[in-house]
């Protein structure tokens, strides 16, 4: 059976409270104006790679990208993210916190090289660091503004291989290995 694969930096417990404060503001001006699901806290993480279905036999080979990515990157490069700001995103239809971490873009980079030398396959688009906290299916009433700075920094500690489970609430997720930064 085909694993849903993906990479992430998953949140610390006090920035998950701190963001799941925001969402529950933006879900309060919402409510009156959209179809909506908030994102469950402990579910906030960064996407690096979207992977995909992958077979489970490419799980130690993703892995050893995972290392390979990590040995590669800069040591003078700062395991920071410095979240900055939430509005819409992808057409209206979520609600993201932006974010920027020269460290995150560079070992993006690093992981698709890997995963192109091994023949891994992944989601093509660039990456953008970001947490969805919000997905909206329809509104029904004014788009409310909702943009608003966010100014809160996490350091990286550990990035993650993870599993993705869809169900009718929305998508799961299970830790398979976590690797130290």
Same mark, same amino acid.
């Given at each position: +059976?085909?694993?849903?694969?993906? &990479?992430?930096?998953? +949140?610390?417990? !006090?920035?998950?409270? !701190?963001?799941?404060?925001?969402? !529950?503001?933006?879900?309060?001006?919402?409510?009156?104006? @959209?179809? %909506?699901?908030? $994102?469950?806290?402990?579910?906030?993480? %960064?996407?690096?790679? %979207?992977?995909?279905?992958?077979?489970?036999?490419?799980?130690?080979?993703?892995?050893?990208?995972?290392?390979?990515?990590?040995?590669? +990157? !800069?040591?003078?490069?700062?395991?920071? &993210?410095?979240?900055?700001?939430?509005?819409?995103?992808?057409?209206? *239809? /979520?609600?993201? &916190?932006?974010?920027?971490?020269?460290? /995150?873009?560079? %070992? @993006?980079?690093?992981?698709?090289?890997?995963?192109?030398?091994?023949? &891994?396959?992944?989601?093509?688009?660039?990456?953008?660091?970001?947490? $969805?906290?919000? *997905?909206?299916?329809?509104?029904?009433?004014?788009?409310?503004?909702?943009?608003?700075?966010?100014?809160?920094? +996490?350091?990286?500690?550990?990035?993650?291989? /993870?599993?993705?489970?869809?169900?009718? =609430?929305?998508? =799961?997720?299970? $830790?398979?290995?976590?690797?130290?930064?």
């Amino acid at each position: +059976m085909l694993k849903r694969l993906f &990479v992430s930096i998953n +949140m610390p417990e !006090d920035l998950a409270g !701190d963001l799941e404060g925001i969402s !529950d503001d933006l879900a309060a001006e919402l409510k009156h104006s @959209a179809d %909506f699901k908030a $994102t469950e806290r402990y579910n906030y993480h %960064f996407t690096i790679k %979207f992977l995909g279905s992958q077979e489970p036999g490419a799980v130690p080979i993703i892995e050893n990208c995972i290392k390979k990515a990590l040995e590669n +990157m !800069d040591k003078e490069l700062e395991k920071k &993210v410095s979240l900055k700001r939430v509005d819409y995103a992808t057409g209206n *239809r /979520m609600i993201w &916190v932006f974010a920027k971490s020269a460290w /995150m873009a560079e %070992f @993006a980079k690093k992981l698709e090289t890997e995963l192109l030398r091994a023949n &891994v396959g992944y989601d093509p688009k660039p990456f953008t660091s970001h947490i $969805t906290l919000i *997905r909206i299916k329809d509104f029904f009433g004014k788009k409310p503004k909702i943009a608003r700075r966010v100014d809160k920094d +996490m350091e990286i500690k550990k990035v993650s291989l /993870m599993e993705s489970f869809l169900t009718r =609430e929305g998508s =799961e997720y299970d $830790t398979l290995v976590e690797f130290q930064v």
